[in-house]
Structures are given as C-alpha cells and as structure tokens.
C-alpha cells in the first residue's frame, strides 16, 4: 500500500508540486498519485483527517481508507467511482475499498466495487451543447443528474446534496451549518423521487447531516413503487454511469417539479408503495437487497441471507457481514472463505463442515455452536466466543485465536498446528489428541483442560498453569515450558524429548 503525500493543503502541494501532473501520474495507474487525489478529494466531502492508501494486485485496485472515527462507507464509495471513472485508468478492472478507524488492525467496512462506464449518451458534448437533459437523466438513474436537479433547490437554504446508489438503494445525503428540516424535507424529497421514478431504484434512505460531522443527525427509509423497465445500458454492475453534470445546467422551474408536492397516490399505489414512514419514526431496516454479483454479500440483513441459503446458495467467500443475529441456525456446508463477519450471533447454530479459511471475525459469538470437521485455517479470531462450540477434528491451522474464549468447547482431535492461542481461555475443554504442533499457548488458561494424547511438539507454553490439565502421553518434545507451573512427576507420562522444561533446563534426548 502506498500512503498519500498529502492530507491538506492546496493542489499546487501536491506529490509532483504540479496538480496536472499529479493528475495525469493518476491516470496512467501510479498508486501514489491515486492515493493523494483521493485523500484530497475526500476532505472536500467534509472528512476531515482521513487518509487513503493505494495498492495494486492483479488488476485490483485495493484503497485503504483511515480515518477517526471510520469513515462513512456509502459517501466514500460513491466518490471513489466516479473520481476512478473519470479518471479512465487502463487495466483497472475492479477496486476493493476497506474503511477502518486509525489505529485498529481490522476494517470496519469492505467493499467489492465495480468502476461504472461512462457512456456517450450521458456524456455533455458539442453536439448538444454540453447542456444535457438533466431531467431525463434523472430518470436513467444518474445519481449526479439527481444530485444536480436537488442541489439546484436546495442551494438557496445552504444545503448541499450528495447521491449514491447501492444494491438498488438511493441514499440521499443533505449537508447544511445546522441539521436540515427533518418534517417539511422528508415527504417532499420522497414524493419527488416517487414520481421521477429512476432506472435500478426500488428503496430510498434520506439521511440529514450537519457539515463536519460523519454521523447524520436522522435517517429516514422508504420502499418505493418502481414499474418494470429495461436494465441502462452501459453501466457496470447495475451502477448508473456519472456524467459530472452541474445544476446550473438546468432551470429552476426544471428541478423545481422534483420536490413539488403531489396528489395523494391512489388506493393501489398505496397497496404496491407499503406503509408511509413518518419523518420522527425510527428507520427501519433496509429491505433484502438484490443478490450481489458472483455470490459476492454485503448485508446486515439476516433475512436476505438466510433466503439465499435456503435456495442453495452456499458461495458467499469474500463477503461482508454485518449486525446479524443468527442464532440458532442451520448454515452447514456454507463458504464464507476471506469473509469479514462483525457484530454477528451465531450462537448454538449448525455449522459442520462449513469453510472459513481467511476469515475475519470480529465481536462474533459462536458459543455452543457445531463446527465439527469445520476448515478456518488463517483466520483471525481474536476475542472470538467459542464457548461449550463442538470444533471436533476442524481445522484452525494458523489461526489467530489471541484472547478467545473456549471454556468447555471441545476440539478433540481439532488440528491447531501454528494457531496462536496467547492469553485464550481453554479451560475445561476437552483437547484429547488435538494437534497443537508450533502453537503459542503463552500465558493460555488450561484450567481443567484434558490434553491427554495432544501433540504439543514445538509448542510455546511459557508461563502456562499445568497444574489442573490432564497431559497424560502428551507430546511436549521440544516444546517451551520455561516458567510453567506442573506438580511434580505430573510430566512423567509426557514424551518431553528436547523440551525446554520449567526451570529453564533442556531435557536430555
């Protein structure tokens, strides 16, 4: 990853000192250059502090996005395309954004995004002028045109409007000194957005947000009434193309008809639209959205998950999970490989065979739950709650399990070879036979832990309290036990071959 130069300042302070050339060292793909240009660009949005990162691997654009606290993924997502759009860099197939609050080790958001093409179409140009039609734009679902034809209305009060759209979601965020109108702004915004009835639009969230804060002051969700069209054309991965279009390309009786009000909608409009959310309601949640490409998942929406598993879908590697309360379900035979799960209760579910390699949990419970056979090699799990689960022959091979909790868990015959399991609670578990080969267990509580038959070759269990664990024909050959505490002859039955023993001796082979 390549860190921006910059974190302030104007364009003439750029990397190369020159704006166009940093412009152009962007275009042709050096990360540096992207890095900077977004750092900058972000504080415009009223991101104070946060800094991007740029890497490339394989044709992927992989940003990092720091800040503190984390910074809002819908508005950082949005800005990202269009800014890399209209950039046009060669080979750049796909980005992968993760938002993450300096100083932590682990994003709090990841997202797989796909660069939109910018057709000719929604492209200003000589022929008309460079005064497209904002308004039919709009309705293709040109988050910028939507954007454009609000801010025209909205100028006037010192509200500045941003748009994006996400898994056919419009989101609309209104920036103003103080919070915006909450009552008189809600249902006029959501009646015009009803009736301008964009392209790929089927649900609506309205956010209110005072300017130099990151957290919107309320929120507020709607489904809408979206007839049946044809998919635009010319897009990438449903995301409406950015044509960079300003609101003072556009009348102001034009954009003002967007927020005009309108006739109450008809008894079957109501019957299709759903029940009205009052502006003081609490939101509600988003509705499932529509399955992500290549089975890619991005949602803090349990029902929609759990509907894609009960039609067979089980490829959700790489995925987003979030807020989830999953507790006492059956996800067998599921693949969450690379996945990142935070805040999620998978408390008492069935998980068997399920593939968890490279996954990162974050605040996940997985008290009492069945992974027996299980495969979460390379995953990081630290804190994780695995309290009285069934790991039976799974495979946790160079996992990180610092500070996890598995009191009365039982991993008989688990393989744990090069996990690290510094300061974990393995009390009460039942570890017959397991296979600890290269393990830290530095400082690990074993309180009444049953390690009769583990292989502990090589294992690290410094300052580990040994003397309430079963390590009857354990294999501790060559393994560090340097401060442990043991009874005497509790290690006579142990096979202690090279073994740094207690008292800082070697034993003889």
Known sequence: MVTAGIQGGSPSQSLAGDWRELVGRARSGQADAIAA?????????????????????????????????????????DFICRTLARLAIPNLRSIRSFGRTRGDEFPEWVAELELPVLPPSNTPSAANGGNPDLLHQARQGNTDAIAALMNKILESEGIQVQVVLRQ??????????????????????H???????????????????????????????????VPNSPPQTGTAAGRPASSGVSSADLPVSEASSLLAP??????????????????????????????????????????????R???????????????????????????????TLRDVDLSHSALQEVDLRGARLQTVTLEGANLRRAVLSGG??????????????????????????????????ASLAGANLTQA?????????????DAILYQACLDFANLSGADLRHADLQDVDLRQVNVQGADLRHANLKGALVHPHQLDTARLDAALLPDGTRQRL
């Not at 946060?50 to 809002?72: F, M, Q, R, T």
């Not at 392209?199 to 300017?211: A, D, E, P, T």
């Not at 009390?427 to 017959?432: I, K, M, N, V, Y």
Request: proline share 8%; hydrophobic share 40%.
């Open 262 to 307: 309108s006739a109450p909608p008809t008894v079957e409009a109501q019957a299709t639209a759903g029940p009205e959310v009052s502006p003081n309601a609490e939101p509600r949640p988003d509705p499932p959205p529509a399955p992500p490409a290549a089975g890619r998942l991005r949602s803090d929406d349990a029902n929609w998950f759990l509907k």
């Open 309 to 339: 598993y009960a039609a067979g879908m089980r490829d959700f590697k790489g995925g987003y999970l979030a807020h989830m309360n999953l507790h006492r379900v059956d996800l067998r035979g599921i693949d969450l490989r690379d996945a």
């Open 425 to 437: 609670d393995l009390s009460q578990a039942d570890l017959q036979g397991a296979n600890f080969k």
């Open 380 to 413: 990081r799990l630290q804190k994780v709650n695995l309290c009285r689960a069934v790991l039976s022959e799974a495979v946790l091979n160079q996992c990180d399990l610092t500070k996890a909790q598995f009191t009365g868990a039982s991993l008989a015959k």
């Open 191 to 225: 009646q015009g957005i009803q009736r301008l009835q964009p392209q790929g639009v089927h649900s609506l969230s309205i956010y209110g947000r005072r300017q130099g804060t990151q957290l919107p002051a309320w929120v507020d969700k709607f489904d809408l009434t």
């Open 37 to 77: 240009l977004l750092t900058q660009g972000v504080a415009t949005l009223g991101l104070r502090g946060v800094l991007v990162k740029a890497g490339w691997k394989k044709g992927v654009l992989n940003l990092l996005i720091e800040g503190s606290p984390c910074p809002a993924q819908g508005v950082v997502e």
């Open 168 to 189: 056919s979601r419009l989101h609309i965020l209104l920036n103003a000194a103080q919070p915006p109108d909450r009552r008189r702004l809600v249902p006029a915004i």
